[in-house]
């Protein structure tokens, strides 16, 4: 038993009777903002420097995103040269709006106004900590000291503004956060949000942005939810507010208590791209922008180059994005299950003849070619595939299409290569399988030299094919000239001249693996053996007639073969 959780409060529910959230759908994106470079700068072990900041910021604008938090331009000379190097280097598109944080505390709101200088359209974004935990343990306050504190920052910042207005024309939008929104009394979370909203003048023309931070994430998502909707039914002058989401991953539900905050009402999300930030991190607005993208909503960002994202993440961070990260992650469209490879497969062929206008595929919740995956392989091969990887990868990689039933033969020949090997087969490695075992077996009879043609009839009479051939076996060679009513027949009537009389035909199936005037087609063959056992041969050759031909002597060598082991 684990004693140590008897020291924890579980996290009070909300009374909010007829909640409405759960009955909702998300139908539209929010208002996005990145805070990569403030929040998710500030978690790193090693912050990134100024040129990597520009670097970062740009690939925020390409994305799509128009709120972009730069910094903490008060809290130190790094964070306020970053904004200023925006600035002054023009790098600031017209249509993006920079945000910058600071606390309310009038010294620091002093140094931020000096560090906007220059700006076209900014978001003065500021905070103070409401929470039952800090007004007890940090600040030893009451909640109207905790008011207060807001209130005066929320009159200083709004006489500098109009001041900065006047003089330069600068626009300038306000965002007020109550830190640890989600500790604090639901009733106090208002009362002090609607009294910053009567300081800054908040009209339904200029709406003030209020942050509600879920900090230290405590409880379940639906909790959450709970909140934000518990806030805008109690908000007086609702309409002259823009309810903003900034949640933490504490419990690893960061998405998910985001998604649910949107259905109770929120209209804007603040977080971090692959969802870094302090502790475990921020919501991660990729995998929120994705998740709205497969429900048919567009999300206003754009994720078509994820892996240059990722690129440019990971080099700036210093960060990895794992494996495993939805929709970004290396491994996130790769199938190593058998039966996934198999659904996978089923899934493709069916897309490609049906012509459906919706993705439905198994096991693959977006197209992988939407985020810039289209020449990554979804299906690879390890101990645990089966016969439809094996497939999958001849098709895709090397335009081999194996019939069905040959499929757990080939299937069960990768398998012990990877079992063998005690690792997983790159697709070479899969054809160089099929090669060896199927187009290079030449033993026991080899078909050293050979001749096709047709002799026609009298018009009305079926031709007559034949076949001359030299096949070698037993160390001697063997001529061989036989007709029949096509290449098929013609070549078996040839084997029986040698004796070679046992082996039924089964099956045939062909097609070309390559276009132009170099193309050859493959045919495989099934032939069942004089044991009554089924045995695939595969040929390959410029002439769809040879290529048969060369088939049925690879099925009948690869009988053989198995014969000799089992003896």
Not at 107 to 119: C, D, P, S, W
Not at 273 to 294: C, H, K, P, Q, S
Not at 382 to 402: D, E, P, V, Y
Request: hydrophobic share 35%.
């Amino acid at each position: 038993m684990y004693e140590g959780c008897h020291k924890y409060r579980p996290f009070p529910p909300i009374d909010l009777p007829g909640r409405e959230w759960p009955g909702k759908t998300l139908q539209k994106a929010p208002t996005w903002c990145s805070v990569d470079l403030r929040d998710g700068n500030q978690a790193l072990v090693d912050p990134m420097n100024l040129e990597e900041k520009l670097l970062f910021f740009q690939t925020l604008v390409e994305i799509g995103f128009r709120e972009i938090e730069v910094g903490f331009p008060s809290a130190s000379e790094t964070e306020y040269e970053i904004l200023r190097a925006l600035i002054e280097r023009d790098l600031i598109p017209d249509d993006v709006t920079v945000q910058v944080l600071v606390q309310a505390r009038p010294h620091l709101i002093q140094k931020t106004f000096e560090a906007i200088r220059g700006a076209k359209n900014v978001i003065m974004h500021f905070y103070n900590s409401t929470s039952t935990l800090q007004r007890k343990v940090v600040f030893h306050t009451d909640m109207q000291g905790v008011v207060d504190i807001a209130v005066e920052g929320a009159r200083l910042i709004r006489r500098l503004t109009e001041e900065e207005v006047a003089r330069s024309g600068m626009k300038i939008r306000y965002e007020y956060s109550p830190e640890s929104f989600s500790g604090t009394e639901m009733d106090n979370a208002v009362w002090i949000c609607e009294r910053v909203m009567e300081e800054l003048g908040a009209t339904p023309e200029k709406k003030v942005i209020l942050n509600l931070p879920n900090t230290v994430e405590g409880s379940t998502p639906n909790c959450h939810a709970d909140q934000i909707e518990y806030f805008c039914r109690h908000l007086k002058n609702r309409e002259s507010a823009i309810i903003s989401l900034h949640t933490h991953n504490d419990r690893g539900t960061a998405v998910a208590a985001t998604e649910l905050g949107l259905l109770a009402g929120a209209e804007r999300v603040e977080g971090t791209i692959f969802g870094n930030g302090e502790r475990t991190g921020n919501a991660d607005l990729m995998v929120l922008a994705m998740n709205l993208y497969t429900q048919g909503v567009d999300p206003g960002l754009d994720f078509r180059h994820m892996n240059h994202i990722r690129e440019v993440y990971e080099k700036c961070t210093k960060m990895k994005v794992h494996e495993r990260h939805p929709y970004a992650g290396a491994l996130v469209f790769t199938a190593f299950s058998g039966s996934h490879q198999d659904a996978i497969k089923k899934g493709v062929d069916f897309m490609a003849k049906s012509g459906s206008p919706y993705w439905e595929v198994p096991y693959l919740p977006i197209d992988p070619a939407d985020v810039g995956r289209e020449y990554e392989p979804v299906i690879r091969i390890n101990s645990q595939s089966g016969k439809g990887g094996a497939a999958f990868i001849m098709q895709q990689n090397f335009g081999f299409t194996l019939p069905k039933a040959m499929q757990p033969e080939f299937g069960a020949i990768v398998k012990a290569a990877c079992d063998e090997a005690g690792r997983e087969l790159k697709p070479q490695e899969v054809f160089d399988l099929f090669d060896r075992e199927y187009l290079q077996i030449h033993r026991p009879y080899n078909l050293k030299k050979y001749r096709l043609y047709e002799e026609s009839h009298a018009e009305g009479e079926p031709a007559v094919v034949h076949f001359e051939g030299n096949l070698r076996f037993h160390h001697e060679d063997h001529e061989v000239n036989a007709t029949g009513n096509g290449p098929i027949d013609a070549f078996f009537q040839a084997l029986g001249q040698v004796g070679i009389t046992d082996y039924r035909f089964v099956s045939y199936q062909e097609h070309a693996v390559s276009t132009g005037a170099d193309s050859k087609a493959i045919s495989y063959i099934e032939l069942r053996t004089p044991h009554g056992e089924s045995v695939f041969g595969a040929g390959l050759d410029a002439n769809i007639s040879m290529a048969s031909i060369k088939g049925i002597i690879c099925a009948i060598n690869r009988a053989k073969k198995k014969e000799s082991a089992g003896a």
